[in-house]
């Protein structure tokens, strides 16, 4: 039937394969071998029926859709294979990337490649190689020189992540640079979503997921309200095939105070509901409640042998403290100075902390050792304390509605503190003991209350009130610019960067070039004097920065009158956004309050002859007042900013922009001094 609809396939080929396949029929060799050559000959065949002319993107109709790149993916491909191993779900992937160069330009930069990989995620099989245009052919070079190094980070002590990377040689433009690599996944908890890549065009990309009969998945789209991934499934008689296809997809242009690309970049999560043993279904992940299952496996056996010498330091600790509050604050406090904080990486031994005495005795340890330590030590000193899994907000998931191991990353511990509930972060030694770090405010805590119960809670956000930056900057006018001093409170999240900031200064180059630009105001010509750090209360993160400082230049003199714009720093200014260019959010560390008063003596023999109007606004998003007012001889200008929403969406950017456009005209205005 297929041949009967196929005029391009001459008549004699028609028949030679009719003969064939009756000559296999009826003559008792139709074995298995003969099934498989006649699905293969039934696809050479369609193959032939097709138009000659190549359905592929020619080089200029690329570069016609992509002007402005150097170089586009040409085949993105990714296919996940899940098969069972030991009754146990386990995953294959399979990437095949063809990157085409447009130009000659920035080849540096695209000819190196890196594929990461783990013990939980290794990597199985590479193949590398450039196709080099060479007359009317592609020539075919090889990549030989394959590097495989691990680098832990910064406070990390053991990573077994590994890097494996390589340059494609000879790229030029109209080059391809090709790989192929394998990676196994042996726990099927751990797959990896599927991510289009973002930092260069994508012409064609597929990501194929292929399931047997005896696995039952479900999966997730996330950031594609344009619907740009494009579906089919096909079910076979052992096996579903779920593909996603999306074509000619342009870069995203980057930009500052951007959230986590998951938060906006389209992406596939699948994962494993079910599977099918000898003792029938298993579930795997298909509720919170086997996500939690697969977590509370990691503690079952923590810290169930109490330690003496920990429980000595407890004690000591608690000794003639009554109220729960000052003993969880000693303790935390405790742990957050004296536990280094160490990063592990190492398969699924990352997931699993270590006993709080092996903790006390090394003095160091991650997250996990964090949670383990000030848990075991809080219910030492008869509190009600829980190991905690917890997301930080790199990432965009939470439990109720992806309860899957990619919502969280972290570990904490939270207790039960005179009826309320505290959340207590080890990894961060600056972080106050009813103030969570910035990096988890906001997200839901998964707290394991025992092997089948568990609460989720979420971290409260911390006010704009507790974070406060209070600027009061004094100065005086003359012909060459203006002389000042300043004194700088800094409360809560400011106050703990000040600290850390000041933590590892040991020079006093550093710190000043830190001061300097911590004090910086008015413009490039500012000129830092003395200064003085006062470390008000280091463990409520409260600081003070005072300074003297001249700015020359800064004022206008014409005839009897002195013009002086009393804005010396704009807080707001350059915070206007383009919502045609701009299509990602913005993202706030934390709430914050900054109030900010200049105040400038009024020089004898002058008045005041123009004071700037005062300006107000409030939304869900910020409030701002500006005012001046003329008190003792001096003119106070005063800006007070209070910020509400840690992400600003684009559909805020409309709201957002109304007040900052505002503020142009304001920020440009200046007093005026006359000579009497």
């Not at 000619?248 to 930009?255: L, Q």
């Not at 300097?516 to 920065?545: C, E, H, T, V, W």
Request: net charge neutral; glycine share 4%.
């Amino acid at each position: 039937m297929v041949l009967s609809n196929c005029p391009v396939v001459e008549p004699h080929k028609k028949q030679l394969l009719s003969s064939f396949i009756n000559f296999l029929f009826t003559n008792q060799i139709f074995n298995t071998y003969s099934k498989i050559m006649i699905k293969k000959l039934k696809w050479f065949f369609i193959a032939l029926c097709l138009p000659a002319v190549s359905i592929a993107q020619s080089f200029e109709e690329i570069k016609r859709d992509f002007p402005v790149a150097d170089a586009v993916y040409q085949n993105f491909e990714e296919e996940l294979n899940l098969f069972l191993i030991n009754d146990m779900p386990v995953g294959e992937v399979k990437t095949s990337i063809d990157m085409l160069m447009l130009t000659d330009k920035n080849v540096s930069r695209y000819s190196r490649f890196n594929v990461y990989h783990s013990s939980y995620d290794s990597l199985t099989q590479l193949d590398a190689y450039t196709k080099v245009p060479v007359a009317n052919k592609f020539k075919t070079i090889k990549v030989t020189d394959k590097k495989t190094s691990s680098e832990p980070g910064e406070n990390t002590f053991f990573d077994d992540s590994q890097e494996t990377e390589f340059d494609f040689p000879a790229l030029s433009q109209n080059a391809i640079g090709h790989v192929d690599y394998t990676q196994y996944n042996k726990d099927a908890h751990l797959l990896s979503s599927f991510y289009l890549p973002s930092h260069i065009p994508v012409v064609n990309a597929t990501y194929t997921v292929v399931v047997p009969n005896e696995i039952s998945i479900k999966y997730i789209i996330k950031n594609d309200p344009d619907k740009l991934f494009q579906f089919t499934e096909v079910k076979k008689k052992k096996e579903t095939i779920y593909k996603w296809t999306i074509k000619n997809v342009n870069r995203k242009d980057y930009y500052g105070n951007a959230p986590n690309p998951r938060y906006f970049q389209p992406h596939i999560i699948v994962y494993v509901t079910s599977y099918q043993d000898k003792n029938g279904t298993q579930p795997f992940l298909s509720s919170l409640d086997d996500l939690y299952k697969w977590n509370y496996g990691f503690i079952k056996e923590l810290n169930t042998t109490p330690d003496p010498v920990l429980k000595n330091i407890v004690d000591s600790l608690t000794r003639g403290l009554t109220d729960e509050k000052s003993k969880a604050r000693k303790i935390y406090q405790w742990v957050q100075g004296h536990i280094r904080y160490v990063a592990f990486e190492n398969g699924l031994e990352g997931f699993r902390p270590r006993q709080a005495r092996d903790i006390c005795l090394k003095r160091y340890g991650d997250c996990k050792d964090m949670s383990s330590i000030i848990t075991q030590m809080l219910r030492m000193a008869g509190l009600q304390a829980y190991y905690t899994w917890i997301g930080t907000r790199s990432l965009p998931y939470t439990y109720t509605e992806t309860p899957l191991p990619i919502v969280d990353n972290h570990m904490i511990s939270t207790a039960v503190i005179d009826g309320n509930w505290m959340f207590f972060d080890g990894t961060d030694p600056g972080a106050k003991y009813d103030m969570p770090p910035e990096s988890i405010q906001g997200k839901q805590a998964l707290i394991g209350i025992s092997e089948k119960e568990y609460k989720i809670l979420t971290v409260p956000v911390a006010t704009p009130e507790r974070s406060s930056i209070i600027d009061s900057t004094f100065i005086s006018i003359s012909d060459a610019g203006v002389k000042g001093y300043e004194s700088v409170n800094y409360d809560g999240y400011f106050g703990k960067e000040v600290y850390n900031s000041l933590l590892y200064r040991a020079d006093g180059t550093s710190t000043k070039e830190y001061i300097n630009k911590r004090m910086s105001k008015g413009s490039n010509k500012f000129l830092l004097g003395d200064y003085k750090i006062n470390k008000i209360n280091p463990q409520d993160n409260i600081a003070n920065i005072s300074a003297s400082f001249d700015i020359p230049g800064y004022s206008k003199k014409v005839g009897n009158e002195y013009y002086i714009n009393l804005n010396i720093e704009k807080i707001l200014e350059y915070q206007v956004i383009d919502p045609e260019k701009r299509k990602v959010p913005v993202e706030n560390d934390y709430n914050y309050t900054i109030k900010q008063y200049h105040i400038l003596d009024i020089p004898d023999g002058y008045n005041v002859s123009y004071l700037p109007k005062n300006y107000s606004y409030e939304n869900e998003l910020i409030q701002i007042n500006m005012y001046y007012k003329v008190e003792n001889k001096k003119v106070i200008a005063a800006q007070e900013v209070k910020t509400k929403k840690l992400m600003i969406n684009p559909s805020d950017f409309e709201e957002w922009n109304k007040p900052m456009k505002a503020l142009i005209p304001y920020y440009k205005e200046s007093v005026v001094l006359e000579k009497k």
